[in-house]
């Protein structure tokens, strides 16, 4: 499996990918699930700020990916991002989630990035909670009953990782470029 850097040739599989979550899923809120075109706007969007959308490989074949966002657009918020990670139904459990989401905490730290912030859709997502505890994330907290999706009300989960010593020390770097 290969990690690299996600590409307008990608759109297609991150579309099915997340529109897979999407549909069937509680990792996203999003009910209607975004076309290719859409997906690389997005991709575009996260690039211009200079933060990773990653995919995993395996041959010719996307097998999930992952990206770092800004957390908020404020101007205090530029040294803490939000992660999003998404694998393809047919490769979970295979350590893809892992691969491209530890890629992606590498390259927030490498930019002086300070804290990581996870928003997990739904109390029950052993999986991504897992994922994230696994990568050094701790529970912040969890806002119940926010979302209505596939008949069900659903919670989110913040999880938080430090980076470059967290607030330990003041930031040494501009932060994400959030204008």
Excluded at 84 to 110: F, K
Aim: charged letters at 25%; hydrophobic letters at 45%; glycine letters at 12%.
């Amino acid at each position: 499996m290969k990690i690299r850097e996600a590409t307008a040739g990608d759109a297609e599989a991150l579309a099915a990918i997340y529109g897979h979550h999407v549909l069937h899923g509680f990792g996203t809120f999003e009910e209607e699930p975004p076309d290719a075109a859409e997906m690389e706007r997005r991709r575009v969007a996260i690039a211009e700020r200079g933060l990773p959308y990653l995919v995993a490989e395996l041959g010719p074949k996307i097998l999930g990916f992952a990206y770092a966002g800004p957390f908020r657009l404020r101007a205090a918020y530029r040294y803490t991002v939000e992660d999003s990670v998404y694998v393809a139904p047919e490769a979970i459990g295979r350590g893809v989630g892992r691969a491209t989401l530890a890629a992606v905490l590498d390259r927030c730290e490498a930019m002086g990035l300070r804290q990581v912030v996870a928003v997990i859709g739904d109390s029950q997502n052993e999986a991504s909670i897992g994922l994230h505890r696994a990568l050094g994330f701790q529970e912040a907290g969890v806002v119940r009953d926010v979302g209505f999706k596939l008949g069900r009300w659903v919670d989110i989960v913040t999880m938080q990782r430090p980076l470059n010593g967290g607030a330990a020390t003041l930031p040494d770097g501009p932060g994400v470029r959030l204008g």
